[in-house]
């Protein structure tokens, strides 16, 4: 599914499909009313109504779980950020020495996100992972030899925190509907294309306004769709979003 988004002759080629569907549904529709005249199509109009009103369930609660997750995945983003900044403020409560060693690694981390978000690679990274466990038993560490018992109490939870939010921020990037929707998605479409085409069999000329009308909203509305469900390949992106990040770590003097 990805490619629809990667290649954009593969929309092209959609957009031929849909073009060759309608064309094939007129012609099958001025073949049956030549072979029985008018009432060809007497009793086709609640099938009809039946598929065109699926295929907008479909559209409209696929498009409506993209925008929710595109949402999502802007939500983390912030979240992230907050935790980060966060437990870079609670590594005051360590002695000098730890705290400047924690603070080497926080830049370095937040480094390695920056990148790991740009390429996609989120917190699947075994570097991103290395990092990770070396803060947090430099942090433990840290926390066990501060003389308040409480700094464990405040630093602990809050790098667990920063953590448990790289992990699903990677997690919101790799969730998306099954390929059968899709699939499913595009063949209901060729085939309202059809029935569509079908319809306009009583006209003598094609009604070149329509059709591409037709067409170009079935396929907009499908690119939309995986342009939110992959918003960092197309026009809609979440990298704007990346900025308080960048902001937290030009702060991490």
Known sequence: MELLIESRWTLVVLFLVML?????????????????????????????????????????????????????????????????????????????????????????????????????????????????QSIWTKGVAGAQAAADPRVAALLLPALNEMFDTAT?????????????????????????AALAGYGMAGSKHRSWLHILCFAGSLLMAVYVILELEFPRRGLIRVDRYDQVLVELRDSMK
């Open 20 to 132: 060759a569907m309608l064309e094939t549904g007129r012609r099958l529709g001025q073949r049956r009313l030549q072979e029985e005249g008018e009432g060809a199509t007497k009793g086709l109009g609640a099938m009809e109504g039946a598929v065109f009103g699926l295929l907008g369930l479909l559209v409209a609660f696929t498009f409506s779980g993209s925008a929710a997750r595109f949402g999502a995945r802007r939500e983390l983003i912030l979240q992230e950020t907050n935790a980060i900044g966060t437990a870079w403020l609670r590594l005051d409560l360590l002695s000098a020495a730890a705290r400047e060693e924690l603070r080497g690694d926080f830049r370095r981390y937040v480094d390695l996100r920056l990148e790991a978000t740009r390429e996609g690679r989120q917190s699947a990274d075994p570097a991103i992972a290395a990092l990770q």
């Open 168 to 192: 699903a921020r990677y997690l919101s990037s790799q969730t998306h509907p099954p390929a059968i929707i899709f699939i499913t998605l595009l063949v209901l479409a060729s085939l309202c």
